[in-house]
């Protein structure tokens, strides 16, 4: 966990920045003296919060329009700081642009930040002096850093997306390690899918932003290479996902046996193998060989001897369970080693990606002004957080103007910008965060400064807290809320360093800008509940779309890979909406059990539709003939319309009970069956989202809705 912790693509990503920081800031010091540092500093550190993993293309845009939108921010603090009503309308108008830049998405918040940072570090600023001067010290600070950021990022490209891949193989291999879990009978059902589905929305995002850096930039063999083992493991997330169908029946038949402790030790040797190939990806150096599996695969082909037996009458079906399970183990397996073989085998870009156009599957970043203007209206959670945002931050300057003790303003409003979020839930989330980081960076700072005045030393624990604040923003906000308390205090003590810091006023800063955050989080809010029936309905399209797509006897690549993406990335969007949902107040949550049950139907349908894939591709012999297209064509119709037209539930006509000139085999079988439980999970899947919401209300709601799987 220690290793995971420092080798990744955050943690570099933070230690470059942290080098970028000092670089500026001692050049500073040594060519012009301490003021002329400080001023360097905040400009670097200011540029440095939208210096993020991203591909090169989009790094120069990124931290210019963060220079630019700084500079403009610092004059405005400065021109208007002599005039208390013209600060506090800064302060309004500032904190609003600030937010509504959110509108662009989630690459879009460093960005966002970067402008609450600046102004606070601005207002923290010595009054009185030159107020050009700032401005420019700030704008030669962040140019410089611009410039370093746009170097290093070309410099460590390579090293940059090797990491990426490296961690969302771990990401993968976490999932494979929970759903070793449903070998246990002593874990329940529905703890193993909340965990599982939860992680599938880690896999999810950690698989979009590898993509995002691999696929966009594909030029020699090197990068084919990454490429073709990103490719191998999105394979292998599908195989596993297809592998979910069998454990429920499993379990019901072979529970306490040492058949299900083989299969739960194998999936955690293979968590294990995918962990030192993301591992070695991580650290630059070739995966070794693997793990040993033999001792299990010997155990289960022992117990797998023992059933076949008794593969008539009513143990046909379990021993065919377990076979079927067997085999996809041992592709696991075999896909397991072509990640391991494909991480280090240097492959010609279009090769690695099978010809398929990348650029359906990029994340899309636009900057349209017309998007900005299309979120403001009240209907728009974007404009909504804008003036909450606003008004706190406008309550916490006005809060700093009446306090009888000697308030720090800055430090209420930083309070205030880092724990208020577009959701209640993450904004509840990291107000005790926030408060708990707080109080250890105050005790730090002041420890800090009462042991040393070396202004060297104190500057290389801000650069330090900057790399860790900086690593940590998106995976520890605790860690991320200590560095950046020593961040936002000791760089006031080189701007203005006969004031005097006291841990107590501080502390009490943090408070009263926790409570003010929290207070204001109930103004004009917009709850989870209200997303809930658009993402549901969302889950409902992207299953119809890959049932389609799925149940085609020759489907094209490009279309079921997007339709897979697109019913996974809706799959995770709807569960970590739920998540959340749990965090806001209890009158302000809809449907919570059958949404449970809604969201591991959608799995369940989804693993049923990949098995399906993978019964075609693996037993194409048993089954292909003239009539199976036709067979799918009209289940394909059957299923997608119980999905998308709940009036069209009660006409649909049944599907056949054998495959026209296809012997009973236990292929035909096995396909048959699989058809009719994912038709049925649809029917119920649209049953469900009736009750949630997302659609009409034309049947009853059920009296006591299960939480258990479909």
Not at 93 to 119: C, E, Q
Not at 652 to 674: C, D, F, K, T
Request: charged share 15%; proline share 4%.
């Amino acid at each position: 966990m220690t290793q995971r912790a420092i080798f990744n693509h955050y943690a570099y990503s933070g230690f470059t920045v942290s080098i970028g920081i000092f670089l500026v800031t001692l050049s500073g010091y040594l060519l012009a003296g301490l003021d002329v540092a400080a001023g360097l500093a905040m400009g670097a550190i200011c540029v440095s919060v939208n210096d993020v993993p991203t591909p090169d293309r989009h790094k120069l845009l990124e931290t210019l329009s963060g220079l630019v939108l700084g500079i403009l921010t610092v004059t405005i603090v400065s021109v208007t700081r002599s005039h208390t009503w013209l600060m506090g309308a800064s302060v309004l108008g500032i904190s609003f642009v600030a937010a509504m830049i959110t509108a662009y998405g989630r690459k879009a918040i460093p960005l966002s930040f970067s402008i609450f940072f600046t102004m606070i570090l601005a207002l923290s600023a010595p009054s009185h002096g030159d107020k050009t001067v700032l401005i420019k010290h700030f704008a030669l600070g962040g140019f410089i850093y611009l410039c370093y950021a746009l170097v290093v990022a070309r410099i460590l490209s390579f090293r940059t997306r090797q990491q990426a891949l490296g961690e969302s193989i771990q990401a993968l291999a976490n999932y494979l390690r929970i759903q070793g879990n449903f070998f246990d009978a002593a874990i329940p059902m529905d703890d193993c899918y909340r965990a599982l589905i939860g992680q599938q929305a880690v896999v999810a995002e950690k698989l979009q932003g590898a993509r995002d850096l691999l696929f966009r930039q594909m030029r020699s063999e090197r990068d084919g290479m990454l490429a073709a083992t990103l490719v191998k493991s999105l394979e292998l997330f599908e195989h596993l996902l297809s592998i979910q169908v069998d454990y429920t029946g499993l379990r019901n038949h072979f529970a306490g046996s040492d058949l299900l402790m083989f299969f739960r030790d194998i999936s955690r040797k293979g968590s294990q193998d995918l962990e030192y190939i993301g591992y070695a990806l991580i650290q630059g150096q070739l995966p070794d060989s693997g793990v040993n599996y033999k001792a299990e695969l010997y155990a289960i082909e022992h117990e797998v001897g023992r059933l076949r037996p008794s593969t008539g009458g009513e143990g046909q079906r379990p021993a065919a369970m377990v076979i079927g399970v067997y085999d996809k183990v041992l592709h696991s397996i075999e896909q397991i080693n072509q990640i391991r073989r494909a991480s280090h085998t240097p492959t010609p870009p279009q090769e690695a990606v099978s010809g398929v156009s990348v650029e359906h599957f990029l994340s899309r970043t636009s900057y349209n002004p017309r998007r900005l203007l299309r979120s403001v209206s009240f209907k728009s959670p974007v404009f909504r957080y804008a003036l909450r945002v606003a008004l706190a931050m406008g309550c916490g300057y006005w809060v700093d103007l009446v306090l009888p003790y000697t308030a720090h303003g800055y430090w209420i409003l930083l309070t205030i910008a880092v724990i208020m979020r577009s959701s209640y839930s993450v904004t509840r989330q990291r107000q005790w965060d926030r408060i708990l980081g707080n109080i250890i960076g105050c005790i730090l700072a002041a420890f800090l400064l009462w042991a040393t005045n070396n202004s060297v030393v104190l500057m290389a624990v801000v650069v330090t807290a900057v790399g860790v604040a900086h690593a940590q923003a998106t995976r520890n906000y605790r860690y991320t809320a200590v560095a950046a308390c020593l961040m936002g205090l000791l760089p006031t003590h080189f701007l203005e360093p006969e004031a005097q810091f006291l841990v107590a006023e501080r502390l009490l800063d943090t408070g009263v800008g926790a409570l003010i955050a929290w207070g204001f989080s109930f103004v004009l809010p917009y709850w989870e509940s209200n997303n809930i029936p658009g993402l549901v309905r969302n889950v409902l399209k992207t299953s119809a779309a890959y049932t389609r797509t799925t149940l085609n006897f020759s489907p094209s690549q490009l279309q079921y890979r997007l339709s897979r993406k697109h019913l996974i990335d809706a799959i995770a969007a709807l569960g970590s909406a739920g998540r959340r949902m749990l965090d806001e107040p209890e009158s302000q949550r809809r449907a919570v059990e059958p949404l449970n049950t809604f969201i591991t139907g959608s799995y369940l349908l989804a693993a049923q539709l990949a098995s399906i894939r993978l019964l075609i591709q693996q037993r194409s012999g048993e089954l292909n003939n003239a009539a199976l297209p036709a067979t799918l064509a009209n289940a394909s119709g059957n299923i997608a319309a119980i999905l998308e037209n709940s009036d069209a539930k009660p006409d649909l006509p049944p599907l056949p009970e054998e495959i026209p000139g296809v012997p009973a085999s236990n292929a035909q079988l096995l396909l048959l069956h699989r058809l009719a439980e994912i038709r049925d999970g649809a029917r119920e899947l649209s049953e469900l989202s009736e009750y949630i919401g997302a659609r009409e209300q034309t049947i009853a709601a059920p009296e006591s809705p299960s939480s258990k799987p479909l």
